[in-house]
């Protein structure tokens, strides 16, 4: 079993729609969890990040953290288009060199 | 503006060559960090400086070499010895210690063995 589990989709849905996107993960000591968006083509860029549990709100994302079911999802409201990207979760935990550990990343497709 | 150049952004290896790509930051990060990214895999971390002379290996580290003389650059050599070299690789910083808060990433260098 790898250490964080993400769907790699697609996930397809239309313009305007709420997008949720989830991780689960096996490491209980993980603390600091993050979500990246990549584009095509480029490197990805931090969208959010949280510590231990909890919801984290910006804008039209929403970060939630349930350490008790090791499980974090990120919501889109209001989804766009240009929201289409892969996005990659990842967490580390206290101590040492914090250096995270990526999922897979979910391939968003948002179609007008 | 702040931020991390990679080049190449493509580049086209024979087999048997080394090759030798480039991260430059202006951010200030103390540390610096490479990935590889394959379809389907992730990211995955190859070698990583907290400090200046100074390096890790990563979870897949053999077949690369790296230097750290400088803050500001961290480059990535992919040598003979590594059998699948073809990816997409990322270079990072973060401030020593912060990794937890989230890289920043450049734009990346796709290498293709020809």
Redesign the interface.
Known sequence: QKEVEQDPGPLSVPEGAIVSLNCTYSNSAFQYFMWYRQYSRKGPELLMYTYSSGNKEDGRFTAQVDKSSKYISLFIRDSQPSDSATYLCAMSASGGSYIPTFGRGTSLIVHP | DGG?T?SPKYLFRKEGQNVTLSCEQNLNHDAM?WYRQDP????R?IY?S?IVNDF?KGDIAEGYSVSREKKESFPLTVTSAQKNPTAFY?C?SSMK????????????T?LTVV
Do not use: D, E, V, W
């Not at chain 2, 210690?97 to 990346?108: E, I, K």
């Open positions: 991390i990679q960090y389907g895999q992730g990211l971390l990583y907290q890790q990322l990072a210690g912060l990794a937890n808060y989230g890289y920043t990433f450049g734009s990346g796709r």
